[in-house]
Protein backbone atom coordinates (compact mmCIF):
# COMPACT_ATOMS: atom_id res chain seq x y z
CA UNK A 1 0.00 0.00 0.00
CA UNK A 2 1.26 3.43 -0.79
CA UNK A 3 0.68 6.46 1.51
CA UNK A 4 0.55 10.28 -0.20
CA UNK A 5 -0.39 12.73 2.51
CA UNK A 6 -2.73 10.05 4.43
CA UNK A 7 -4.10 8.87 1.37
CA UNK A 8 -4.52 5.42 0.56
CA UNK A 9 -3.73 3.77 -2.77
CA UNK A 10 -2.79 0.43 -4.23
CA UNK A 11 -0.01 -0.71 -6.44
CA UNK A 12 -1.22 -2.40 -9.36
CA UNK A 13 -0.31 -5.52 -8.59
CA UNK A 14 -2.01 -5.54 -5.68
CA UNK A 15 -5.11 -6.50 -4.13
CA UNK A 16 -7.32 -4.94 -1.77
CA UNK A 17 -8.60 -6.55 0.93
CA UNK A 18 -12.29 -7.61 0.63
CA UNK A 19 -13.79 -5.68 4.07
CA UNK A 20 -12.49 -2.45 2.18
CA UNK A 21 -14.67 -0.61 -0.97
CA UNK A 22 -12.23 0.20 -2.92
CA UNK A 23 -11.95 1.33 -6.66
CA UNK A 24 -9.73 0.48 -9.55
CA UNK A 25 -9.21 2.48 -12.71
CA UNK A 26 -9.68 0.43 -15.80
CA UNK A 27 -9.88 3.62 -17.83
CA UNK A 28 -10.43 7.24 -17.48
CA UNK A 29 -9.89 8.50 -20.94
CA UNK A 30 -12.48 11.33 -21.72
CA UNK A 31 -14.61 11.01 -25.39
CA UNK A 32 -11.36 8.87 -26.16
CA UNK A 33 -8.38 7.02 -24.90
CA UNK A 34 -5.38 7.82 -25.35
CA UNK A 35 -1.95 5.49 -25.30
CA UNK A 36 -1.70 2.84 -22.06
CA UNK A 37 -5.40 4.14 -21.62
CA UNK A 38 -9.38 2.84 -21.88
CA UNK A 39 -12.43 4.79 -22.18
CA UNK A 40 -14.19 5.10 -18.44
CA UNK A 41 -14.55 1.81 -16.59
CA UNK A 42 -14.27 1.56 -12.63
CA UNK A 43 -13.95 -1.57 -10.74
CA UNK A 44 -15.37 -1.50 -7.18
CA UNK A 45 -15.40 -4.12 -4.87
CA UNK A 46 -16.34 -4.12 -1.11
CA UNK A 47 -17.66 -7.36 0.82
CA UNK A 48 -17.05 -10.17 -1.64
CA UNK A 49 -18.93 -8.17 -4.13
CA UNK A 50 -17.68 -6.91 -7.12
CA UNK A 51 -19.26 -4.37 -9.77
CA UNK A 52 -18.08 -2.37 -13.06
CA UNK A 53 -19.16 0.90 -13.05
CA UNK A 54 -19.30 2.51 -17.12
CA UNK A 55 -17.67 0.24 -19.49
CA UNK A 56 -16.17 2.31 -22.23
CA UNK A 57 -14.31 0.88 -25.34
CA UNK A 58 -11.04 -0.98 -24.19
CA UNK A 59 -12.55 -1.73 -20.29
CA UNK A 60 -12.87 -5.04 -21.21
CA UNK A 61 -9.17 -5.74 -22.06
CA UNK A 62 -8.53 -3.40 -18.60
CA UNK A 63 -10.92 -5.80 -16.24
CA UNK A 64 -9.28 -8.87 -17.21
CA UNK A 65 -5.85 -8.17 -15.34
CA UNK A 66 -7.92 -8.02 -12.06
CA UNK A 67 -10.77 -10.76 -12.59
CA UNK A 68 -12.29 -12.85 -15.43
CA UNK A 69 -15.64 -11.09 -16.45
CA UNK A 70 -17.67 -13.99 -15.24
CA UNK A 71 -16.62 -12.79 -11.73
CA UNK A 72 -18.56 -9.34 -11.89
CA UNK A 73 -22.16 -9.54 -10.02
CA UNK A 74 -23.12 -7.00 -11.95
CA UNK A 75 -22.25 -3.90 -14.35
CA UNK A 76 -23.84 0.07 -13.85
CA UNK A 77 -23.87 2.23 -17.04
CA UNK A 78 -24.29 5.97 -16.22
CA UNK A 79 -25.59 7.00 -19.84
CA UNK A 80 -25.56 6.18 -23.31
CA UNK A 81 -22.49 8.53 -24.92
CA UNK A 82 -20.16 5.56 -26.07
CA UNK A 83 -17.43 6.38 -24.70
CA UNK A 84 -18.96 4.80 -21.59
CA UNK A 85 -20.64 1.74 -22.94
CA UNK A 86 -18.86 1.03 -25.82
CA UNK A 87 -17.76 -2.29 -24.75
CA UNK A 88 -20.86 -3.71 -23.73
CA UNK A 89 -21.60 -5.31 -27.08
CA UNK A 90 -18.29 -7.05 -26.98
CA UNK A 91 -18.71 -8.44 -23.66
CA UNK A 92 -22.56 -9.64 -24.64
CA UNK A 93 -20.76 -11.67 -27.25
CA UNK A 94 -17.89 -13.09 -25.36
CA UNK A 95 -20.57 -14.11 -22.10
CA UNK A 96 -23.14 -15.17 -24.37
CA UNK A 97 -20.49 -17.42 -27.13
CA UNK A 98 -17.69 -18.19 -25.53
CA UNK A 99 -17.40 -18.07 -21.61
CA UNK A 100 -20.61 -19.98 -21.23
CA UNK A 101 -22.68 -17.10 -18.70
CA UNK A 102 -25.80 -15.32 -18.78
CA UNK A 103 -27.75 -13.63 -16.94
CA UNK A 104 -25.34 -10.77 -15.81
CA UNK A 105 -27.60 -7.98 -13.80
CA UNK A 106 -26.93 -4.59 -16.24
CA UNK A 107 -28.30 -1.21 -14.45
CA UNK A 108 -28.41 1.57 -16.73
CA UNK A 109 -30.97 4.43 -18.48
CA UNK A 110 -33.54 3.26 -20.69
CA UNK A 111 -31.83 5.10 -23.69
CA UNK A 112 -28.77 3.47 -22.96
CA UNK A 113 -29.96 -0.22 -22.66
CA UNK A 114 -32.39 0.18 -25.60
CA UNK A 115 -29.26 1.36 -27.90
CA UNK A 116 -27.28 -1.98 -26.65
CA UNK A 117 -30.38 -4.52 -27.70
CA UNK A 118 -30.77 -2.67 -31.05
CA UNK A 119 -27.05 -3.20 -32.07
CA UNK A 120 -28.43 -7.33 -31.97
CA UNK A 121 -30.70 -8.94 -34.35
CA UNK A 122 -31.52 -10.48 -31.77
CA UNK A 123 -31.08 -8.16 -28.60
CA UNK A 124 -28.90 -9.24 -25.59
CA UNK A 125 -30.07 -13.05 -25.96
CA UNK A 126 -29.13 -14.14 -22.01
CA UNK A 127 -26.30 -12.79 -21.43
CA UNK A 128 -27.45 -9.31 -19.33
CA UNK A 129 -30.74 -9.18 -16.75
CA UNK A 130 -31.50 -5.53 -17.82
CA UNK A 131 -32.66 -3.53 -15.22
CA UNK A 132 -34.04 0.37 -16.52
CA UNK A 133 -32.67 3.00 -13.42
CA UNK A 134 -33.19 6.80 -13.39
CA UNK A 135 -32.55 9.41 -11.01
CA UNK A 136 -33.43 8.33 -7.21
CA UNK A 137 -32.74 4.43 -7.93
CA UNK A 138 -31.49 3.07 -4.64
CA UNK A 139 -30.95 -1.20 -5.13
CA UNK A 140 -28.28 -3.44 -3.71
CA UNK A 141 -26.02 -5.87 -4.85
CA UNK A 142 -24.63 -8.35 -2.51
CA UNK A 143 -22.92 -6.38 0.22
CA UNK A 144 -23.18 -2.87 -1.92
CA UNK A 145 -26.15 -0.34 -1.69
CA UNK A 146 -26.05 1.66 -4.71
CA UNK A 147 -27.55 4.79 -5.09
CA UNK A 148 -28.27 7.35 -8.39
CA UNK A 149 -28.78 10.97 -8.82
CA UNK A 150 -29.42 12.72 -12.53
CA UNK A 151 -26.15 14.68 -13.60
CA UNK A 152 -26.40 18.16 -15.73
CA UNK A 153 -25.63 16.47 -19.44
CA UNK A 154 -27.33 16.45 -22.40
CA UNK A 155 -28.68 12.80 -22.22
CA UNK A 156 -29.98 10.79 -19.08
CA UNK A 157 -27.09 10.50 -17.06
CA UNK A 158 -26.64 9.24 -13.74
CA UNK A 159 -23.84 9.95 -11.01
CA UNK A 160 -23.34 6.47 -8.56
CA UNK A 161 -22.62 6.56 -5.40
CA UNK A 162 -21.38 2.86 -3.86
CA UNK A 163 -21.83 2.42 -0.03
CA UNK A 164 -20.04 -0.64 1.88
CA UNK A 165 -21.51 -1.31 5.23
CA UNK A 166 -23.47 1.16 7.80
CA UNK A 167 -23.43 3.58 10.80
CA UNK A 168 -20.17 4.25 11.48
CA UNK A 169 -18.27 1.90 9.69
CA UNK A 170 -19.45 2.92 6.39
CA UNK A 171 -17.39 3.48 3.77
CA UNK A 172 -18.77 5.96 0.57
CA UNK A 173 -17.60 5.97 -3.12
CA UNK A 174 -19.13 8.45 -5.23
CA UNK A 175 -18.84 8.80 -9.26
CA UNK A 176 -19.72 11.86 -10.95
CA UNK A 177 -19.67 9.92 -14.76
CA UNK A 178 -20.74 12.79 -17.21
CA UNK A 179 -21.90 16.27 -16.05
CA UNK A 180 -21.65 20.02 -15.70
CA UNK A 181 -21.03 21.97 -12.51
CA UNK A 182 -25.09 22.46 -12.26
CA UNK A 183 -24.69 19.53 -10.56
CA UNK A 184 -21.99 17.89 -7.81
CA UNK A 185 -21.30 15.04 -5.77
CA UNK A 186 -23.14 16.18 -2.92
CA UNK A 187 -26.52 15.58 -4.68
CA UNK A 188 -25.29 12.00 -3.74
CA UNK A 189 -25.82 12.65 -0.37
CA UNK A 190 -23.74 13.43 2.84
CA UNK A 191 -20.23 11.60 4.03
CA UNK A 192 -18.53 10.93 0.75
CA UNK A 193 -15.04 9.27 1.86
CA UNK A 194 -13.83 9.14 -2.09
CA UNK A 195 -15.27 11.19 -4.81
CA UNK A 196 -14.34 10.47 -8.65
CA UNK A 197 -14.88 13.65 -10.61
CA UNK A 198 -14.66 14.26 -14.08
CA UNK A 199 -12.61 17.25 -14.80
CA UNK A 200 -12.59 17.66 -18.53
CA UNK A 201 -11.59 21.45 -19.05
CA UNK A 202 -9.03 23.64 -17.27
CA UNK A 203 -10.81 26.92 -16.63
CA UNK A 204 -8.09 28.90 -18.39
CA UNK A 205 -9.10 26.74 -21.53
CA UNK A 206 -12.54 29.12 -21.24
CA UNK A 207 -15.57 26.52 -21.60
CA UNK A 208 -18.29 27.43 -18.81
CA UNK A 209 -20.98 25.15 -19.95
CA UNK A 210 -23.68 24.30 -16.68
CA UNK A 211 -25.00 20.74 -18.37
CA UNK A 212 -22.24 19.53 -20.41
CA UNK A 213 -18.56 18.77 -18.53
CA UNK A 214 -16.42 20.48 -15.86
CA UNK A 215 -13.14 21.73 -15.19
CA UNK A 216 -10.55 21.24 -13.27
CA UNK A 217 -11.40 23.89 -11.14
CA UNK A 218 -14.72 23.16 -11.03
CA UNK A 219 -14.32 19.72 -9.61
CA UNK A 220 -12.31 20.86 -6.82
CA UNK A 221 -14.03 23.62 -5.44
CA UNK A 222 -17.41 21.39 -5.57
CA UNK A 223 -15.77 18.34 -3.49
CA UNK A 224 -14.43 21.02 -1.27
CA UNK A 225 -17.88 22.54 -0.76
CA UNK A 226 -19.67 19.23 -0.97
CA UNK A 227 -17.03 17.92 2.22
CA UNK A 228 -15.84 15.13 -0.29
CA UNK A 229 -12.96 13.57 2.08
CA UNK A 230 -10.66 12.50 -1.17
CA UNK A 231 -10.85 13.68 -4.46
CA UNK A 232 -10.13 12.06 -7.81
CA UNK A 233 -9.88 13.47 -11.51
CA UNK A 234 -10.76 11.59 -14.16
CA UNK A 235 -12.55 11.42 -18.08
CA UNK A 236 -9.33 14.05 -19.13
CA UNK A 237 -8.73 14.08 -22.87
CA UNK A 238 -5.84 12.59 -24.63
CA UNK A 239 -5.44 16.22 -25.92
CA UNK A 240 -5.29 17.63 -22.15
CA UNK A 241 -2.81 17.93 -19.82
CA UNK A 242 -3.58 15.70 -16.48
CA UNK A 243 -0.99 16.86 -14.52
CA UNK A 244 -2.23 20.59 -15.33
CA UNK A 245 -5.64 19.55 -14.79
CA UNK A 246 -4.27 18.15 -11.10
CA UNK A 247 -2.67 21.26 -10.00
CA UNK A 248 -6.03 23.43 -11.05
CA UNK A 249 -7.90 21.08 -8.77
CA UNK A 250 -5.98 20.74 -5.91
CA UNK A 251 -5.39 24.67 -5.85
CA UNK A 252 -9.43 24.15 -5.78
CA UNK A 253 -10.20 21.43 -3.67
CA UNK A 254 -7.60 23.16 -1.02
CA UNK A 255 -5.82 19.34 -0.47
CA UNK A 256 -3.56 16.80 -2.73
CA UNK A 257 -5.86 15.71 -5.58
CA UNK A 258 -5.13 12.57 -7.41
CA UNK A 259 -5.25 11.72 -10.95
CA UNK A 260 -7.25 8.24 -11.91
CA UNK A 261 -4.04 6.29 -13.40
CA UNK A 262 -5.02 3.19 -14.92
CA UNK A 263 -4.59 -0.33 -13.51
CA UNK A 264 -4.51 1.96 -10.13
CA UNK A 265 -6.84 1.24 -6.69
CA UNK A 266 -8.00 3.35 -4.65
CA UNK A 267 -9.57 3.05 -1.26
CA UNK A 268 -12.46 4.77 0.43
Keep these: MVSVDGRRTLDPDEVPDPAELAVTVLGSGGTFAGPDNACSGYLV ?3 GTAVLLDCGPGVLSS ?6 PTELDAIV ?3 SHPDHWGDLPILRNALHYVLGHGGMDLYSTRETLGLLEGVFHDGVGGAFRLHAIADG ?5 GALRIRTSRTAHPPETLGIRVDLGDGADRRSIAYSADTGPAWSLGRLGDGIDLGICEATWLASDGFDVDDLHMSAEQAGRLARQDGVARLVITHVPPTGSVSL ?15 AR ?4 YLA
Design 137 to 141: ADFTV
Design 45 to 47: RGG
Design 262 to 265: IHHT
Design 63 to 68: LQSHMA
Design 245 to 259: AVAEASEAYGAPVDP
Design 77 to 79: VSH
